[in-house]
């Protein structure tokens, strides 16, 4: 089996910045991207306060965390194989109005037990919507512009997400930790309306027609445990999905659950602060992504996978010696350093990749093997922080990262296309 898809290079001039084929489709997933990731940036510092208001453990806040990567894991595949019948805008219109209702509902619940249930709603609207930006982003791109694709719909994210935690932390500190949630649900069914209007399908942009029914009734196409079963034996497959499992792992696990209660117990940081220190790791996102995307379509997608990953590991370790607030804010524009630039290389080497089963039901399976991260993360960084300390948590989430790097690094093949020297005019010509 050929792992390297390069089937739909065309050769063409493009559009925008002289690379994309399809502008308006890459700025309206950006713009609706932006808008429903602005609303998960003001509850990001606020959730783990809010479940602790109701006197639960660490590992039950992280338990909070990990709800909503539970609810992402059986959904995954079943929504990518919903974008190779459907097509990928009922994936993206549907996640964002479930997403809304659910964040709603977090902000009216009374017991830590509704914030779950809601956090669990919460993960299946993440599922499609995700699963199926990631399919057209896939569908619109070529693996000799996929980097610059997927970082300018990752830059797209990290813009709401650098400007939504200190609106988030502001209101949370200023009118109560269930307002970030009303402003969320608001965003998210904004999100909802303007991919409903102003995405297009496309589908058949991606070069995979609507499946059509077979003459016995049956569907031609859908979900096959044994492509599945292929797909989890591809080496190159399972170790960007262990890169982007780190990645999870950091995202739900160290930032979302033990950071916060740090920064609370060592610095008295309350939501303000703590949302001016995520915000710090989501600009410097924003500043690196697009030269991430550059490097991994020049030079290859090792060259920002794995540096971006043992920077993670270092910037992990920095919090552990801070002692002041303004060290936890440096160590977090490291840590944005470093998830910054490896941010986009993991879907485009994902994207480059010809594995059975269709793109829908490949980005589904690796969205699913990467969701274990947020899955784990929380809870299992919550326990490590009730038996040891928040700095025990921080060194197993940084040994993650190495071996995930290390791992990447010694055993994935590269699969970015080798940029051809350019050839001088034979004398004469």
Not at 71 to 84: E, F, Q, T, W
Not at 261 to 271: D, H
Not at 280 to 298: K, Q, W
Not at 393 to 401: D, H, T
Request: glycine share 12%.
């Amino acid at each position: 089996m050929t792992e390297i898809n390069q089937t739909n290079a065309p050769q063409n001039r493009r559009g925008l910045l002289g690379w994309s084929q399809h502008p308006s489709i890459l700025l309206a997933v950006m713009t609706q991207t932006f808008i429903n990731m602005l609303g998960v940036g003001i509850v990001g510092p606020v959730l783990p306060l809010y479940a602790a208001s109701f006197g639960v453990s660490t590992a039950m806040v992280g338990l909070l965390n990990s709800a909503f990567g539970i609810a992402r894991i059986p959904v995954n595949v079943p929504a990518g194989s919903l974008a190779d019948r459907l097509g990928r805008k009922p994936l993206l219109v549907g996640g964002f109005l479930i997403t809304a209702v659910a964040a709603l509902l977090t902000g009216l619940s009374n017991s830590f037990g509704q914030i779950v249930f809601f956090r669990l709603l919460q993960g299946i609207g993440s599922a499609l919507q995700m699963t199926g930006a990631m399919i057209v982003m896939a569908d619109i791109s070529t693996p000799q512009d996929r980097g610059r694709t997927m970082s300018f719909y990752q830059g797209a994210l990290l813009l709401g997400t650098s400007t939504g935690p200190i609106i988030g932390g502001f209101l949370g500190e200023h009118l109560g930790y269930r307002v970030p949630f009303f402003a969320y649900a608001f965003l998210a069914f904004c999100a909802a309306t303007w991919a409903f209007f102003v995405v297009p399908e496309t589908q058949r942009i991606g070069g995979e027609p609507k499946v059509v029914r077979g003459g016995q009734g049956r569907p031609a196409r859908g979900i096959s445990w044994q492509d599945v079963g292929r797909l989890l034996l591809t080496p190159s497959f399972l170790l960007v999905s262990f890169v982007t499992l780190a990645t999870f792992f950091t995202r739900t696990g160290s930032q979302n659950t033990v950071l916060p209660l740090l920064g609370k117990e060592r610095f008295g940081l309350g939501p303000a602060k703590v949302g001016y220190a995520f915000t710090a790791i989501a600009v410097m996102n924003f500043l690196t992504i697009n030269f991430s995307g550059v490097l991994c379509d020049r030079y290859g997608r090792k060259m920002a996978i794995v540096p971006g990953s043992l920077v993670c590991a270092i910037a992990l370790l920095t919090y552990t010696f801070g002692h002041t607030y303004w060290h936890f804010l440096l160590s977090s524009i490291l840590l944005g350093f470093g998830t910054g630039i490896s941010g986009p290389a993991p879907a485009a080497y994902v994207s480059d990749l010809s594995l059975p089963g269709g793109r829908g039901l490949t980005m589904g399976v690796y969205r699913t093997v990467s969701d274990l991260g947020i899955t784990v993360g929380p809870v299992l960084l919550g326990w490590v922080s009730d038996q040891f300390s928040y700095s025990a948590a921080l060194w197993v989430n940084s040994a993650l990262f190495v071996a995930a790097g290390l791992a990447f690094a010694l055993w994935a093949q590269e699969t970015a296309p080798r940029r051809k020297p350019a050839v001088s005019p034979s004398p004469g010509e």
